[in-house]
């Protein structure tokens, strides 16, 4: 499993602020700037990160498959600033300054679903890189026929799919691209879990 290599001090601020200047950074969330092995080399906004600069960042993203072989998706907030109303992975998110892999992973499904009580199987990771971002992916899974409660703060909706629902959704807009990649890609590994 990738595992983030903090620095013995605070990562410095990315991009560098002027000289005198405080950092820009309005919603007040720092995620990890990182090289592809994991070493956190600085930190950054929100803001900066989701805005065409395109510094390495980690996500996470947990896929939920039930013993009947669905796949529980969830559809993100008209209020996310990046594909707002798409169905997507059933958990993901950026993992906030400080945090490791695993930790970012317990969190967002708390905050996202109310899931708490599950063992995440690592997958891979890999690079993801959007017009507007560049995101470092760690991939998990939970198998089990779990009882989920999206927080409508964070989701709009949640629904177990039948992997022929996903198959006939994909390239018509519904789901989100990073999605429709990954699951592509880590289909046969979901599958065999079960």
């Known amino acids: 499993m990738m595992e983030l290599i903090y620095p013995y001090d605070i990562a410095p601020v990315v991009p560098a602020p002027s000289a005198g200047a405080l950092p ?3 919603a007040g969330e720092w995620f990890p ?3 592809p092995s994991g ?10 990160c989701h805005g065409g600069a395109k510094p390495l960042h980690p996500v996470v993203h947990l896929h939920i498959i039930d013993r009947f072989s669905r796949i529980y998706l ?9 594909q707002p109303g798409k169905w997507d992975t059933a ?7 400080g945090e490791n892999i695993l930790e970012a ?9 109310r899931f708490t009580d599950f063992n995440p199987f690592y997958l891979e990771s890999y690079e993801f890189e959007s017009e ?3 995101e470092l992916v760690s991939i998990f899974a939970a198998v089990g026929n779990y009882e989920l409660h999206p927080d409508h703060d964070e989701v709009d909706d949640g629904k177990w799919w039948e992997l022929e629902e996903i198959d006939s959704c994909i390239g018509k807009g519904l789901l989100t691209p990073n999605f429709e990649s990954e699951f592509t890609m880590i289909r046969t590994s979901l599958l065999a879990l079960l």
């Open 33 to 35: 700037v990182v090289l």
């Open 74 to 82: 969830q559809k993100r907030s008209m209020s996310k600033d990046i």
């Open 24 to 26: 820009v950074n309005a």
């Open 91 to 97: 958990v993901g998110g950026h993992v906030s300054y």
């Open 105 to 113: 992973v317990y969190r967002e499904a708390s905050e996202e679903l």
């Open 39 to 48: 070493l956190v080399v600085g930190r950054a906004g929100r803001e900066y």
């Open 132 to 134: 507007t971002e560049r």
